[in-house]
């Protein structure tokens, strides 16, 4: 990605890629003195996920996300031509972060047991994977949009809590992850 990019006119600095996820890449950038996150969408495949309209579900998905009440970043704005989304850049160590250093604070697990009653009740699943959530001043908030219509196999006893300490499953990611 250029180090300049545009969206809807504003002019963004990237600083650093942030991460990579199944539908894009996500920089820290900054405009005048705010650091804000621009996600660029991919349409790199993806084996294990289908997508439709990839702009359109991360609009959707974070306004029922709103409306559900779960504690991620603002979205700034959208600029669906050129498929970039500008969103609040939340600071601090991810959950996956604080697992390998084994400084995962107990009450994450209690904060996301409140998501996930909230989740639920609104029939949903989020994307659990630790490199989904910050912690920042002791609240956990989940950066990215993605949800799902609720499946039993994927919600957070089932698939996501696999990965929030150092399990066989976690460790395994961590090697296949690590250069």
């Not at 989020?126 to 949800?147: A, H, K, Q, S, W």
Request: charged share 30%; proline share 3%.
């Amino acid at each position: 990605m250029n180090d300049t990019v545009f969206v809807n006119g504003r002019e963004y600095t990237i600083l650093k890629l942030l991460g990579k996820g199944k539908g894009g890449y996500s920089y820290l950038a900054r405009t005048g003195n705010e650091e804000v996150v621009v996600k660029q969408i991919h349409h790199e495949p993806c084996a294990y996920y289908q997508f439709g309209n990839k702009m359109e579900a991360e609009i959707s998905d974070y306004k029922r996300l709103q409306d559900i009440g779960i504690p991620m970043p603002q979205m700034i704005e959208a600029d669906i031509e050129n498929e970039r989304i500008v969103k609040e850049y939340i600071a601090g160590d991810t959950v996956y972060e604080l697992v390998l250093k084994d400084k995962l604070p107990e009450n994450c697990l209690c904060q996301m047991k409140s998501m996930c009653d909230l989740l639920y009740k609104a029939k949903t699943n989020i994307d659990y994977f630790p490199t989904n959530f910050i912690l920042r001043d002791g609240i956990l908030y989940y950066v990215d949009y993605e949800c799902n219509d609720y499946m039993e196999e994927w919600n957070f006893e089932n698939w996501g809590i696999k990965y929030w300490s150092k399990t066989p499953e976690f460790l395994k990611y961590v090697k296949e992850h690590s250069g």
